[in-house]
Every structure is written in structure tokens, then in C-alpha cells.
């Protein structure tokens, strides 16, 4: 079945440490994102990839970091200088064409130590 | 700047009942909008996606609703089950914004049986 896998499912960081959450898809997408939800909250965009080697910043960038090396992979890193990183994180892809709708993985929630 | 309101941000209901949840958005030059669910410690799942020459769009039980001019949309869910206990996000797509989601807070429905 084509979809999207995140993983870990939870995650936990230390102090000053630099972790990576992994999300692969086999939709053959072209775009993909990356958001956050915090609790309570509406979800707020991250960073999104619309071609291999290429992505751009969305709402709250600072202190996360991305690659597109690959067309089915989008993984984020959470950085020692994203000071409140405990949330929960999902990743999305879609077309990119034409709007269609976006597809979820399951999310990796992130907590500090 | 796009911002997106779901009222109410609870909803309690007898099984069997119809209910309707509300989206508004204060943009009325969108792309196209989203009707999601959520599961407890989940990804996302689409429902519904209204493209901005449409009125409405229906699947099942489901039937959502798109007033550009009034900046509403509204979810109608028939005849209410159990299992539709979850989070419902509604989001929307901006021209220009290469696909990307504006969400709201989302409503979330409890139904009793």
C-alpha cells in the first residue's frame, strides 16, 4: 500500500543535542512538508520541498533544518537552537499539482529529557 | 495574513444526531480548502476537499460546503456514529502558496451512544 511512513514514533532529545525524524513516501509525490502541532493548536508549517534538492522556509523555520536528497525522503532535524522542540510532528505530501490533497504520515511526537 | 477560526472547539452529541461543524477564514482569495480528521495521537486523515469554483462536496455521510464570499465553510456530518469521535481541521490553500495549508484549531466531536 502507497503512503507515508514517519519514524520514530516518539522521540526524545537532551539538552544541546541535535536530533533527526525520518519520513519516507512511495506515493510518488513531488511535494512534501513538514508541521507542527502543538497542543490545542492548528498545525503550523515547518518547511515544505516542492522538487529534489530544493525547499523553502514556511511559518516557524528557526531552528530546524531539512534535506531533499531523494524524491520519496524529507527528513527534518530539530536543532539545539529550537528551544521548545516538544510537540508533535508530521509530515505531508501531495502532488503538487493542481492542489490535491495532502496525505499525513502518523506523526512522531517529540519530548525534551 | 490568512487566518483560520472553527467554531465550536467542542461538540458533544447523541448518537444518531446530524451536526454541523463551522470553518471561517478571513481571505476569501483561497485555492481550495480541506476538511480533515484526527485520531488521538495521529496523523491526519482528508475527508473532503473543495476547490474554490465548487460549492460543495460530498462523501457519504459527509457533505461540506464552500462560501468564498462570506469567508464560511461548514462540515455536515448525517446521522452521527460512535466512531466518528475525533478532531476535525479544516484548512485552506492560498493561491500562490505552492500547495501549502492554513489550519484552524480544529473541533473536536464526541459522539455518545
Known amino acids: 500500500d502507497g503512503g507515508i511512513t514517519q519514524s520514530p514514533k516518539y522521540l526524545f532529545r537532551k539538552e544541546g543535542q541535535n536530533v533527526t525524524l525520518s519520513c519516507e513516501q512511495n506515493?510518488?509525490?513531488?511535494?512534501m512538508y513538514w508541521y507542527r502541532q502543538d497542543p490545542g493548536q492548528g498545525l503550523r508549517l515547518i518547511y515544505y520541498s516542492q522538487i529534489v534538492n530544493d525547499f523553502q522556509k514556511g511559518d516557524i523555520a528557526e531552528g530546524y533544518s531539512v534535506s531533499r536528497e531523494k524524491k520519496e525522503s524529507f527528513p527534518l532535524t530539530v536543532t539545539s537552537a529550537q528551544k521548545n522542540p516538544t510537540a508533535f510532528y508530521l509530515c505531508?505530501?501531495?502532488?503538487?499539482?493542481?492542489?490535491?490533497?495532502?496525505?499525513f504520515g502518523d506523526g512522531t511526537r517529540l519530548s525534551i529529557l | 495574513k490568512q487566518e483560520v477560526t472553527q467554531i465550536p472547539a467542542a461538540l458533544s452529541v447523541p448518537e444518531g444526531e446530524n451536526l454541523v461543524l463551522n470553518c471561517s477564514f478571513t481571505?476569501?482569495?483561497?485555492?481550495?480548502l480541506q476538511w480533515f480528521r484526527q485520531d488521538p495521537g495521529k496523523g491526519l486523515t482528508s475527508l473532503l476537499l473543495i476547490q474554490s469554483s465548487q460549492r460543495e462536496q460530498t462523501s457519504g455521510r459527509l457533505n461540506a460546503s464552500l462560501d468564498k464570499s462570506s469567508g464560511r465553510s461548514t462540515l455536515y456530518i448525517a446521522a452521527s456514529q460512535p466512531g466518528d469521535s475525533a478532531t476535525y481541521l479544516c484548512?485552506?490553500?492560498?493561491?500562490?502558496?505552492?500547495?501549502?495549508?492554513?489550519f484552524g484549531k480544529g473541533t473536536k466531536l464526541s459522539v455518545k451512544p
Open positions: 505531508a505530501s501531495s502532488s503538487g499539482q493542481g492542489y490535491q490533497p495532502q496525505h
Open positions: 481571505d476569501s482569495a483561497i485555492y481550495n
Open positions: 484548512a485552506v490553500g492560498g493561491r500562490g502558496s505552492q500547495g501549502n495549508l492554513i
Open positions: 506515493l510518488n509525490h513531488d511535494a
